[in-house]
């Protein structure tokens, strides 16, 4: 089943960017690179990284080094199963 707030979110106010690397994070402005595309985007409020297998601790350090709050799901977490992952998501979106 999906969760409605989650198909809302990505309708309305949510970007979501596959198979790109977070460059650099400055203030509130994040750069990702997806390929030979560099974006920039600006006064990020908030992040949500999808990480894979490998985490990338680095990552949600620096984000929340530079006061992002962070919130680690999961396989960054624990070994989790998707819809262990996705519900994880769903509740910290719901609180976002």
Do not use: W, Y
């Not at 297998?53 to 799901?73: R, S, T």
């Amino acid at each position: 089943m999906i969760d409605l707030s989650v198909v809302h979110l990505i309708r309305t106010c949510l970007n979501v960017f596959n198979k790109a690397q977070v460059a650099a994070v400055s203030g509130r402005d994040i750069t990702i690179d997806r390929a030979e595309d560099v974006i920039t985007l600006k006064d990020v409020d908030k992040i949500v990284l999808a990480v894979g297998v490998k985490p990338n601790m680095k990552i949600p350090d620096d984000l929340a080094a530079e006061g992002f709050e962070v919130h680690i799901i999961g396989g960054c977490n624990q070994i989790a199963r998707i819809t262990e992952a996705v519900a994880a998501g769903a509740k910290v979106g719901r609180k976002l």
